[in-house]
Structure formats: C-alpha cells, structure tokens
T-cell receptor, first 111, second 116 residues
Framework: GQNIDQPTEMTATEGAIVQINCTYQ??????LFWYQQHAGEAPTFLSY????GLEEKGRFSSFLSRSKGYSYLLLKELQMKDSASYLC????????????FGTGTKLQVIP | EAGVAQSPRYKIIEKRQSVAFWCNPI?????LYWYQQILGQGPKLLIQ????????DSQLPKDRFSAERLKGVDSTLKIQPAKLEDSAVYLC??????????????FGAGSRLTVL
C-alpha cells in the first residue's frame, strides 16, 4: 500500500516562493504526481516525476528523491490565484497503475 | 476533447435513503476511477475499472456501495442505504494508462452528497 504525508496548511505572501513537501512510503512506486485543486473544483494535473531531480514548468517546479521517498512542489512568484489545495499522489508500479492521494496541503496566498 | 461528465452535481438525502451517481469518461479512456473526498481530506480511491472489469475495490464499503461499468464506457456508483459519514464529494476520473510514463487522471467536476 501507499502512505503519503504532507503539511495540512501553509500561508505565503504574494510574489514570494513557497515549497510544499511530501513524503511517501510505498510497496511499489511508479512516479509522483502533483495536482492542484481550487475550492469546490476538481483536481487538475500539475506535474509528474519518476526519476530523481527537478522538473521545471513555468512558475512551478517539482523535485523527487526516490531514495529518500521525498518530493516537493515549488511555486515561484506567487499569485492570489495560486490559493488552492495541492495534492501529492503516488503511482503504483502494479499492472493497473493505481494512484493514491495524500490529504492535500491548503495554500493561502496573502497580499 | 470533451471532459469527464458527472451527474448530479448536488444531492441531498436523508440517512438510510439511496442515491446513484453517473459518470461518462473521456472517449477512449480505458480506466475509470471513483474517488470519495471528504471535506478537508484528499481523494480516497473507492473503485477502479479497467474497461468493464474491476481491478481494485479494496476500499469500497461493499455492504452499502456498489458500482458498475457494464459496457466499458460510462459508470454508475450507488449507495444504499446512506449513512451520515457518506457526506462527501464523489469524484470520477478517467485515464488512458500508458505502457510507460505518467498515468495522468482527468477528473470530473464531482457530485456533492449531503446526508441528513
């Protein structure tokens, strides 16, 4: 099975940088996902890491260390619209590629 | 492409009543998922279909929840009888799992259930 931990809430200032951490323990691992979920809306895909290292996509970057069971999502130049929950999710290496989500980190961006 | 369609968007019922949710995935997506998301928590997988077969229902409360995907396309999730703790958003998602690489899920808008 999968066990995923991430902070419950974070607050950051508009224009700043914030890092959201995620640790995972899995019986089979096939990549780490980050999804964004605005209040009352469905989750939307942000990033995927399967190899160690940093993946950059505009203002958002995601990092993975497989040996440490650790990932983070880095958001730069924060905007008010970035206020949302950020869900860390682990992909399973089994044949049907189950995806297990963490509890999510609610990020509040303040002026 | 059209997204994942779900209905109804909102449903209020009393405990012990029954409810059904419908999902139509993205065309061509072989895998369909039902997740339960309780307020303030992450999505919890209830059941996963590959075409019309169940590949994971380990967290589905089978005494009250059932789901089917008869023709390998749309799906129905039923709760009977409902309990107060079933109040949640029921998210349907679909994907076309690649042989390698990211299995990216596309979610529907969800069905919000309130049990009184």
């Amino acid at each position: 099975g999968q066990n995923i931990d991430q902070p419950t809430e974070m607050t950051a200032t508009e224009g700043a940088i914030v890092q959201i951490n995620c640790t995972y323990q899995t019986s089979g691992f096939n990549g780490l996902f980050w999804y964004q979920q605005h209040a009352g809306e469905a989750p939307t895909f942000l990033s995927y890491n399967v190899l160690d290292g940093l993946e950059e996509k505009g203002r958002f970057s995601s990092f993975l260390s497989r040996s440490k069971g650790y990932s983070y999502l880095l958001l730069k130049e924060l905007q008010m619209k970035d206020s949302a929950s950020y869900l860390c999710a682990a992909g399973d290496s089994g044949g049907y590629q189950k995806v297990t989500f963490g509890t999510g980190t609610k990020l509040q961006v303040i002026p | 492409e059209a997204g994942v369609a779900q209905s109804p968007r909102y449903k209020i019922i009393e405990k012990r009543q029954s409810v059904a949710f419908w999902c139509n995935p993205i065309s061509g997506h072989a895998t369909l998922y039902w997740y339960q998301q309780i307020l303030g928590q992450g999505p919890k997988l209830l059941i996963q279909f590959q075409n019309n077969g169940v590949v994971d229902d380990s967290q589905l409360p089978k005494d009250r929840f059932s789901a089917e995907r008869l023709k390998g396309v749309d799906s129905t999730l039923k709760i009977q009888p409902a309990k107060l703790e079933d109040s949640a958003v029921y998210l349907c998602a679909s994907s076309y799992p690649p042989e390698s690489g990211a299995n990216v899920l596309t979610f529907g808008a969800g069905s919000r259930l309130t049990v009184l």
